[in-house]
């Protein structure tokens, strides 16, 4: 009670789990202790007002973008989305964050985990929350007002730890970036001394063969020196031939 909406102002209200509502001002500070608490096991209802001039068509979202509902609405601006009719989980909550969307554009995203603070009093984009419940603490006390821009300490470590991933798989490629060229330049070194392996053998092989020709020009000159023995010996023969010939002439004589 005491809250403005538009030309309208409550005067007294219900809640299904808390009761009669304390009255608020405008903007809304917290009740009383024991009648609100602190979100706790997610959000399962919130009640918003729109704050534009147009009645346009609110479609509901959730974190993966599947669509959970839409409502058109009227001229108070003031609807209420409820986790039990829209089916975001199982527990009938909201899961952890929707999103609002206006002819195709989205215009406000609200976390509904419970990891940050949120109640009555809060903006996200043209709309307020007015009220609101957790499915572990209940009704949302009221809050100041303003959106928290700090990020959640869940997605702090998960992001510190795709950080530290990150990192990690960076080195570990630079690492093998350097084994390949450090692999790569003893591979290089290890086929320059092939090479000059490959000219010693090479100039081994000339050698080798400069020596089979050079024992195969002895041989010939071997063969061609045991030629001229032999010729010289048969010339030997002859001239032992003949002066046996001569001799054997010279004997003929005597006796004749």
Same mark, same amino acid.
């Given at each position: 009670?005491?809250?403005?909406?538009?030309?309208?102002?409550?005067?007294?209200?219900?809640?299904? &789990?808390?009761?009669?509502?304390?009255? =608020?001002?405008?903007?809304?500070?917290?009740?009383?202790? %024991?009648? !609100?608490?602190?979100?706790?096991?997610?959000?399962?209802?919130?009640?918003?007002?729109?704050?534009?001039?147009?009645?346009?068509?609110?479609?509901?979202?959730?974190?993966?973008? &599947?669509?959970? %509902?839409?409502?058109?609405?009227?001229?108070?601006?003031?609807?209420?989305?409820? %986790?039990? +009719?829209?089916?975001?989980?199982?527990?009938?909550?909201?899961?952890?964050?929707?999103?609002? =969307?206006? +002819? @195709?554009?989205? =215009?406000?995203?609200?976390?509904?985990?419970?990891?940050?603070?949120? @109640?009555? @009093?809060?903006?996200?984009?043209?709309?307020?929350?007015?009220?609101?419940?957790?499915?572990? *603490?209940?009704?949302? !006390?009221?809050?100041?007002?303003?959106?928290?821009?700090? /990020?959640? $300490?869940? !997605?702090?470590?998960?992001?510190?730890?795709?950080?530290?991933?990150?990192?990690?798989?960076?080195?570990?490629?630079?690492?093998?970036? *350097?084994?390949?060229?450090?692999? %790569?330049?003893?591979?290089?070194?290890?086929?320059? /001394?092939? !090479?000059?392996?490959?000219?010693?053998?090479?100039?081994?092989?000339?050698?080798?063969?400069?020596?089979?020709? *050079?024992?195969?020009? /002895?041989?010939? /000159?071997?063969? $061609?020196?045991? &030629?001229?023995? *032999?010729?010289?010996?048969? +010339?030997?023969?002859?001239?032992?031939?003949?002066?046996?010939?001569?001799?054997?002439?010279?004997?003929?004589? +005597?006796?004749?």
């Amino acid at each position: 009670p005491g809250m403005v909406f538009g030309p309208f102002t409550i005067v007294e209200g219900y809640s299904r &789990n808390g009761g009669l509502l304390c009255p =608020v001002d405008n903007p809304p500070t917290p009740p009383p202790s %024991g009648d !609100c608490a602190p979100c706790d096991g997610k959000v399962t209802q919130l009640t918003l007002q729109y704050d534009g001039a147009d009645q346009p068509l609110v479609e509901v979202y959730d974190k993966k973008g &599947n669509l959970l %509902g839409s409502v058109q609405l009227d001229a108070t601006g003031l609807f209420t989305i409820d %986790g039990a +009719d829209l089916n975001a989980d199982r527990n009938g909550t909201l899961g952890t964050e929707i999103a609002l =969307v206006i +002819d @195709g554009v989205e =215009v406000a995203r609200i976390h509904t985990s419970c990891s940050q603070p949120i @109640g009555p @009093g809060m903006v996200f984009g043209p709309f307020t929350i007015v009220e609101g419940y957790s499915r572990n *603490g209940g009704l949302l !006390c009221p809050t100041d007002g303003t959106q928290s821009t700090s /990020e959640p $300490k869940d !997605c702090q470590k998960e992001r510190e730890r795709d950080k530290k991933e990150k990192e990690k798989r960076q080195r570990e490629k630079q690492g093998k970036k *350097g084994e390949r060229e450090e692999y %790569g330049k003893a591979k290089k070194s290890r086929g320059g /001394e092939a !090479c000059d392996d490959d000219d010693d053998d090479h100039g081994k092989g000339q050698k080798k063969g400069r020596s089979k020709l *050079g024992k195969k020009g /002895e041989r010939e /000159e071997y063969g $061609k020196g045991k &030629n001229s023995r *032999g010729g010289e010996a048969c +010339d030997d023969d002859d001239d032992d031939h003949g002066k046996g010939q001569k001799k054997g002439h010279s004997k003929h004589g +005597d006796d004749d």
